[in-house]
């Protein structure tokens, strides 16, 4: 099988992230512990650089964001007031938003932060420098609620549009209990959060250290039957020749959204809000046409 030039080019360019990350602990290094001296900025570093790596290779459209996804309960398209009888309700801030700029607008930016509406949202990720335990169920939260958020079509099941890819990605782990498998843990975490009434795109489909291993989600058939509606989650350690595979992953599950026939039809997003308030005519014109 074919491919060996990608496999060695996507291996090299996640051994620079993880380097360039090196170079900074180098010249901040934390005198007792592991790590750059100020976690905090040693956290914004990591979320930057994964940031830039990505941008590098998607499309022009996709912009790699900061930011908040706001769902106004606003009419939407032509005349679908669907969400007439909702509230507006905005997610908590998200690490990294992939969002089609080209296509859709922007409620508010500064630099790269930003307020979107749903519908452009490709793709959602958490960041973090070294994955712990105790933060897991809460990413995986936080991922869910952006997921829902994304529901620009929630009356009609079978024309929804394929919901953005969910991703928890980190640089380095440190997962507490020693003595059970990593991948036990890790789906015990899964399973707390997801439970059998769960919509297939809200699970997360990755959570992985990109320098050792990684966890997935297989997408099942098209036809779904009691006996495959199912979410099947894969573990994977990586040796050091094969840390292209989490990278590969992420730009994998963001294109296979962005490309999806689902979301081929472009629909006017929610946008604007008028009160209701009365207008006066103040006279008609005639025309020939319509267009």
Same mark, same amino acid.
């Given at each position: 099988?074919?491919?060996?030039? &990608? ?136 991922? &869910? ?92 350690? &990586? ?50 046409? &319509?267009?």
């Amino acid at each position: 099988m074919d491919g060996q030039r &990608l496999q060695v080019f996507w291996n090299q360019e996640v051994k620079s992230l993880l380097a360039v990350y090196k170079q900074f602990e180098t010249l901040l290094p934390n005198p007792h512990t592991a790590g750059a001296e100020h976690r905090g900025e040693d956290g914004r570093y990591v979320e930057t650089l994964v940031r830039s790596y990505l941008q590098k290779y998607l499309p022009k459209d996709l912009e790699v964001l900061t930011g908040f996804i706001l769902r106004p309960a606003v009419k939407l398209g032509e005349n679908d007031r669907s969400r007439s009888k909702e509230q507006d309700l905005h997610t908590t801030q998200l690490d990294i938003i992939i969002y089609d700029s080209g296509t859709y607008p922007v409620f508010q930016r500064m630099v790269d932060t930003v307020i979107v509406p749903p519908e452009g949202v490709v793709a959602v990720l958490s960041v973090k420098k070294t994955l712990r335990d105790a933060e897991i169920i809460a990413e995986c939260n936080a991922l &869910l609620e952006g997921s829902k958020a994304c529901r620009c079509d929630e009356n009609n099941l079978e024309s929804r549009r394929r919901g953005p890819f969910l991703a928890l990605v980190a640089t380095a782990s440190d997962l507490a209990d020693k003595q059970e498998p990593k991948e036990k843990r890790l789906f015990d975490k899964l399973e707390a959060v997801y439970g059998s009434d769960s919509v297939f795109d809200d699970m997360i489909g990755f959570i992985g250290d990109l320098s050792a291993w990684h966890v997935f989600k297989t997408r099942p058939p098209l036809r779904l039957t009691p006996t495959n509606s199912f979410a099947r989650y894969m573990y994977v350690e &990586l040796d050091d020749d094969e840390l292209h595979q989490g990278f590969q992953f992420l730009l994998s599950g963001i294109l296979s959204v962005y490309y999806d026939k689902t979301r081929g039809g472009v629909k006017r997003p929610g946008y604007t809000a008028f009160a209701a308030k009365p207008a006066k005519e103040i006279g008609r014109i005639a025309f020939s046409s &319509l267009r």
